[in-house]
């Protein structure tokens, strides 16, 4: 028992220890008017509240000590008091009012998404995001952001993984982060492309559910550069926690700057559809893309976690019939977790993964051309 009770208190010391870390006794402040609208909303109800504990702990603590029995105190006896009785209703009134009017105020500016200047579409998908640039300068820019591959890699390999090369931002990470321009007001449509997601970043004071056949709104405007972190906090699934999200603010020449290199991998990225790719070239592109997008489910050595993620090595869907694989991976299946990917992934990528899951784990099915996915689409 004495050596039990050592090892629980020695493993309630580290719990204790590794939280204190990260353990805060106050709301962010955040670097948004919308974040700080809502820590000083926060504070007024905080010290309200103080207010009224030192008021009602006070006639507390004062009754006992100053009427107790032993003093030779005697209850007073009436049956009822219209001062009192007004009292206690009217003083709860004004205090809720004097915080109902900060919190409405706040309240309808989040929700006021009127003259952004430009737009950005969210779509969550099991376990990544897609961004779409609707309007503005980067119109027409999208792009799937997921868990780093490092990052990625790392988490898989567990506890024989090195994660103290990435400090605090392990699993904070995105290949793509979602940039945006100082000093402009931007709109975010928010929906999913399959179950409830939401998307949060801290520093800007407020998060947004993400639901499939609905499109909710929000808005933020940053002032300075910086990088912000945030993650989906709706539980979406077994990889919910690894869909982080990252906010870049450049200044609006960056932006133009990263601009410009987004519109030049599009374009590149449409062109490298048209040519004809080697079997090499194939199988090494699709397997970023499959680790980017597939081993979450399927797992790296494509064994998957069957019944629900059944393996792919030596499968009659990557070793059958190219028409079929094509289409799964095109257009997904119904009453599963695998999703459509025609929308997520352009057709050079579509080619290298499916030649890349037709040609692993002792797979030997061939190649498929982007312009095959280019047809079947």
């Known amino acids: 028992m004495r050596k039990l009770a050592g090892i629980s208190t020695a493993y309630l010391g ?210 300075e550069p910086g990088t912000y972190r945030g993650k989906c906090a709706e539980l979406c699934g077994k990889d919910h926690g690894f869909m982080p999200i990252v906010v870049v603010a450049k200044s609006p020449e960056d932006y133009a700057l990263w601009v410009a290199e987004q519109k030049g991998a599009a374009a590149a990225a449409a062109a490298s559809a048209d040519r004809e790719w080697t079997a090499e070239e194939l199988i090494a592109k699709g397997e970023q893309v499959y680790t980017a997008n597939c081993a979450a489910c399927h797992l790296a050595n494509g064994q998957g976690v069957p019944p629900a993620f059944p393996a792919l090595a030596g499968s009659a869907i990557a070793t059958g019939d190219l028409a079929a694989h094509i289409d799964r991976v095109l257009n997904g299946k119904a009453g599963t977790a695998m999703a459509a990917y025609r929308s997520i992934l352009n057709d050079a990528d579509l080619a290298a993964v499916i030649s890349y899951e037709r040609n692993a784990w002792g797979n030997s099915a061939g190649v498929v051309q982007p312009a095959a996915i280019k047809a079947a689409r």
């Not at 004062?62 to 003093?71: A, E, F, G, L, T």
């Open 14 to 223: 580290a719990a204790f220890t590794s939280a204190h870390a990260d353990y805060a006794l106050n709301m962010r402040q955040g670097v948004t008017s919308t974040s700080q609208s809502v820590y000083d909303l926060h504070m007024i109800i905080f010290w309200v509240c103080c207010v009224i504990g030192v008021v009602v702990f006070g006639a507390m603590i004062y009754s006992i000590v100053n009427h107790r029995k032993s003093k030779g105190a005697v209850a007073a006896q009436f049956h009822e008091s219209t001062t009192m009785e007004i009292l206690w209703t009217v003083v709860p009134i004004v205090i809720l009012v004097s915080m109902a009017i900060p919190a409405t105020n706040t309240l309808l500016a989040m929700e006021d998404t009127g003259d952004a200047e430009m737009t950005i579409k969210v779509t969550g998908i099991q376990w990544k995001w897609k961004y779409d640039y609707v309007d503005g300068d980067a119109a027409g820019v999208s792009f799937i952001s997921s868990l780093h591959p490092d990052h990625n890699q790392a988490r898989l390999l567990g506890s024989g993984a090195d994660v103290t090369q990435f400090g605090d931002n392990y699993l904070m990470e995105v290949d793509n982060p979602v940039v945006i321009p100082t000093g402009k007001k931007v709109r975010f449509l928010l929906t999913a492309a399959d179950v409830i997601h939401s998307w949060w970043v801290p520093d800007l004071g407020w998060k947004k559910d993400a639901i499939p056949g609905f499109v909710n709104e929000a808005w933020t405007k940053l002032d």
